[in-house]
Every structure is written in structure tokens, then in C-alpha cells.
């Protein structure tokens, strides 16, 4: 049986000692309900300047695009060559928020992957809504899920002062002042 990609994806990260965890569709099973998706999203804690590194970890049996994007955020891709299975890999970000959501990640034995780390609740959260910034109804739908199904455990002090930090207070407002 042919392994996992997104499996494979997180065997070779840790083989060449990059720490990361799961975000997107991939981590809301952790914390409530689960969604389809094509694709695994990773954040990585490497500088793109570093990316070689995941270069040589891929190559042989994905296709690896280099990393894109501007400023601090950079994203890239690994597809599978053979078989289906595709990772975002997203680098580079240091800010104060990045900072503390590589912190704060948690161990998860996820269903499929085994044990892998995970962007925490309130991290999560405030990604998806960044991401968003209001536009997507699917991201704003996947956070509501989320409060409501964690109300008793939310952080509250946290996700409302890195709202404010991520320019995202006004979405989680909202949010909050919807019924349940």
C-alpha cells in the first residue's frame, strides 16, 4: 500500500530536523469539526534562505517549488510525482503571533498521520481568520464551528490580543456577538 503523502511530507521534515506544525482544514479535526480538503498546509520554522534543506529532502520523489511570496511569508509547494498528495509549506514568518503559535503547537495522534503537531486552538483561530480577513465565508464558518464547539476552553485574552496584533479584532467580534 502506497504511503500517505502527507505522512511522507512530515517523516522527512523531521528527518531533516525542521520543526513545524499542521494548520488549515488538516488541524480542525483536532478541535471539532472536520472538513475535506485537497492539500496538508505546513508552517515550517525555517528562513527561506534555509529551503535547500527541504529541496534536497524532496526532490527525488516530488515535484518542489521554490519558495514565493513577499516580505516576511513565503510559501511553497511538494507534489507527489507518482499518486495523489500535494503539501503547502509556508516559511519564514517571525513575527511575535509566529513566534508564539510555534510555542504553543501541541501534540495531536492524528487520525490518519499519527502523532504530529498542531497549531493550538486559539492559533488556529486567528489563522484562519487572518487568512480570511472577512472574505472567505468558509474560513469564517470553520472559526464559528470552532468557538462554539470550544466555548468552555477558548483563551479569550490571547485570541483578542493577537486579533489586534493580526489587524483581525473586528472579525472575532463579530464572531463572538453571534449567537450560538
Keep these: 500500500m502506497e504511503e500517505d503523502v502527507s505522512a511522507d511530507v512530515i517523516r522527512r521534515l523531521r528527518r531533516i530536523g525542521v520543526d513545524y506544525y499542521i494548520t488549515g482544514s488538516e488541524a480542525l479535526p483536532r478541535y471539532g469539526e472536520p472538513r475535506q480538503t485537497a492539500d496538508i498546509d505546513i508552517v515550517l520554522d525555517m528562513d527561506p534562505v534555509?529551503?535547500?534543506?527541504v529541496e534536497r529532502a524532496f526532490r527525488s520523489d516530488y515535484v518542489v517549488s521554490e519558495p514565493?511570496?513577499?516580505?516576511?511569508?513565503?510559501?511553497?509547494s511538494v507534489v507527489a510525482q507518482t499518486?495523489?498528495?500535494k503539501a503547502d509549506l509556508i516559511l519564514g514568518r517571525r513575527d511575535p503571533w509566529?513566534?508564539?503559535?510555534?510555542?504553543?503547537r501541541q501534540a495531536w495522534d492524528h487520525p490518519r498521520l499519527g502523532g504530529v503537531w498542531v497549531l493550538s486552538l486559539e492559533d488556529l483561530i486567528l489563522a484562519k481568520l487572518e487568512w480570511s480577513q472577512g472574505v472567505s465565508e468558509l474560513q469564517i464558518r470553520d472559526c464559528a464551528?470552532?468557538?462554539?464547539?470550544?466555548?468552555a476552553t477558548v483563551d479569550w485574552i490571547y485570541l483578542?490580543?493577537?486579533?489586534?496584533?493580526?489587524?483581525?479584532?473586528?472579525?472575532?467580534?463579530?464572531?463572538?456577538?453571534?449567537?450560538?
Design 50 to 53: 534555509d529551503f535547500h534543506r
Design 98 to 104: 509566529a513566534r508564539s503559535a510555534m510555542d504553543r
Design 160 to 180: 483578542e490580543r493577537y486579533a489586534r496584533v493580526l489587524g483581525v479584532e473586528e472579525l472575532l467580534a463579530r464572531l463572538r456577538a453571534a449567537p450560538a
Design 68 to 76: 514565493i511570496g513577499s516580505g516576511d511569508r513565503k510559501i511553497a
Design 83 to 85: 499518486g495523489l498528495g
Design 145 to 151: 464551528n470552532l468557538l462554539r464547539t470550544n466555548a
